[in-house]
């Protein structure tokens, strides 16, 4: 631990664990952990691990690919949108939103990526898109 | 220790008030304290008897503080845990505790909501989740709507299996004075109904009704010489698994059958012997995921067990007797009610859907998103 921290970017060792996935989700980065004694990944981000209680367990990146777990429409006055749980191919689960199709067509089982959105407002945060490559798709 | 508690304490004292809607201005507590006091007045004893006070709610903070100024109570043991809905059959558990261990002798568990009358004012004091926040997550009816869906998925349920619960509950609610829906319920209104998140029609959804509901416990010895039937309590289980929905492990199975696992081991019976389930409705799925957890059926049969009327009046489990969360009322969280009816089922008071000859009562409720699940289960004296 010598030296002076560089200051034109976050030092990520010491953030929070949200505020290190916010700073990987600016990158277009949905991030996770790992914990180190079990291998089991871990997501929402955390100081301890489940079960194991290892501190500070370390991060990945995830590659953006999942499944969609469960799936609803949620039908309201300001019209319908989509609440899905997603089963990441790292072995972590979140839950999201699947765009780029009819909030009621969102299937369990169908293969979604990620997409990182920064355009309304809020923190970025993570939505998914099916994914139409067919390669993928047969994966 | 299980040998110890079976039977070791009793409810003698149940009261309600509020359901459906409480007057104009009307507090939590105001609510919450006129159930305490038909309560303690059910069981014969008075209130500067009450030694142990438990609540929780939506909306107070610190509901045993609250409860115990408004009715002048200066409690010795008090437990304001809050697990959802199911957070009074909890209190059981920690009430039979206190009381076995002398450190109360009449505990009061106690609940009020100003859910409906409160409007846009109802407010919670639960806290946001970031990782949910911008996907506008309507309450948890989109948590349980998920869970249905993979149920649907996994098992093949129906939306008219879901269905058939709502149409059982409104049928027992038919035979239930001051129930807050009365009429007769098809599975094609249910399954007509304006959607609130697929699967889940508003007919597939609890009520939102102010309310109240209070009971007293006290040990075993002691209840014998009261005015009312006493209840015993022969065995509760709890269970934890998460908070949000996303750390669910698996969709279809709830920690009930955990906390129902202990409740029947601390009670020495089996699911057969029970004769009478309030099992916590707040949506049609839940019961269908609790008759398989608790051990009524098989893992993924639940929507082929609730059809055909088998939960409903005459059939031959009768389940949510009064209606429940779907058709009686649901003031926020409904678990206090789920015993006050199993006592009323046990004492055989219940009128017109009084379960003929009910020695053994089951009541059961989750919290949150299936993340706590409690289970309770109650018999006569007949059954010590």
């Known amino acids: ?139 | 220790m299980s040998g110890v508690l079976r039977g070791a304490t009793a409810i003698v004292g149940v009261g309600e008030a509020g359901i459906p809607v409480l007057s104009e201005g009307a507090t939590p507590v105001d609510a919450m304290a006129l159930a305490a006091v038909r309560a303690v007045a059910d069981a014969g004893l008075s209130l500067k008897e009450v030694d142990g006070v438990f609540a929780a709610g939506l909306q107070l903070f610190m509901p045993t503080l609250s409860l115990s100024e408004y009715l002048g109570l200066t409690p010795r043991y008090s437990d304001s845990t809050q697990v959802g809905g199911g957070a009074f059959l909890a209190h059981l558990n920690h009430a039979q505790a206190a009381l076995a261990a002398g450190l109360c002798d009449v505990a009061l568990i106690a609940y009020g909501s100003t859910q409906r009358s409160g409007g846009a004012k109802f407010v919670t004091h639960s806290e946001p989740n970031p990782y949910e926040r911008p996907y506008r997550v309507p309450g948890p009816v989109a948590a349980y709507a998920m869970i249905a869906a993979r149920h649907m998925h996994r098992y093949g349920t129906t939306p008219e299996q879901l269905a058939e619960v709502a149409v059982a509950a409104r049928a027992w609610a038919g035979l239930t004075p001051g129930a807050t829906m009365r009429e007769p319920l098809t599975v094609a209104e249910v399954l007509a109904a304006r959607r609130v998140a697929d699967p889940l029609g508003v007919r597939d959804c609890c009520l939102v009704t102010d309310g109240a509901g209070a009971v007293v416990l006290v040990r075993a010895d002691r209840a014998r010489d009261l005015a009312r039937p006493p209840v015993h309590l022969l065995g509760v289980g709890e269970a934890v698994s998460h908070r949000s929905i996303a750390q669910m492990p698996d969709l279809t199975v709830t920690a009930a059958t955990q906390s129902g696992a202990r409740a029947f081991a601390m009670a020495g019976l089996a699911p057969a012997e029970v004769d009478v389930l309030q099992l916590y409705d707040a949506f049609t799925v839940n019961p269908i995921l609790f008759l398989e957890d608790l051990g009524f059926c098989a893992k993924g049969e639940g929507g082929g067990f609730v059809a055909g009327g088998r939960i409903a009046p005459g059939g031959a489990l009768p389940m949510n007797t009064n209606g429940g969360g779907l058709s009686y009322g649901h003031p926020g969280m409904y678990g206090i009610f789920t015993i006050i009816e199993t006592v009323r089922q046990l004492r055989g008071e219940a009128g017109d859907r009084q379960v003929a000859g009910a020695q053994v009562g089951l009541a059961h409720a989750p919290g949150g998103f299936m993340s706590s699940q409690s289970t309770a289960i109650f018999g006569t004296a007949a059954t010590l």
Not at chain 1, 107 to 114: A, K, L, P, T
């Open chain 1, 1 to 139: 631990m010598t030296g002076v921290p560089p200051t034109d970017r976050p030092d990520l060792s010491t953030l929070s664990p949200r505020a290190r996935f916010l700073a990987h989700c600016a990158k277009g980065e949905l991030a996770f952990q790992r914990d180190p004694a079990t291998g089991r990944a871990i997501f929402y981000p955390r100081m301890a691990a489940p079960g194991s209680g290892a501190e500070h367990p370390p991060w990945e990146v995830s590659a953006g690919i999942g499944t969609v777990y469960s799936t609803t429409c949620v039908r309201s006055r300001d019209g319908d949108h989509n609440v899905a749980l997603i089963d990441m191919e790292e072995g972590f689960r979140l839950l999201s939103r699947v765009e780029g199709t009819a909030p009621d067509a969102v299937r369990i089982g169908q293969r979604v990526r990620v997409r990182m959105r920064t355009d309304d407002g809020e923190d970025p945060y993570p939505v998914f898109d099916p994914v139409t490559d067919l390669r993928d798709g047969a994966r």
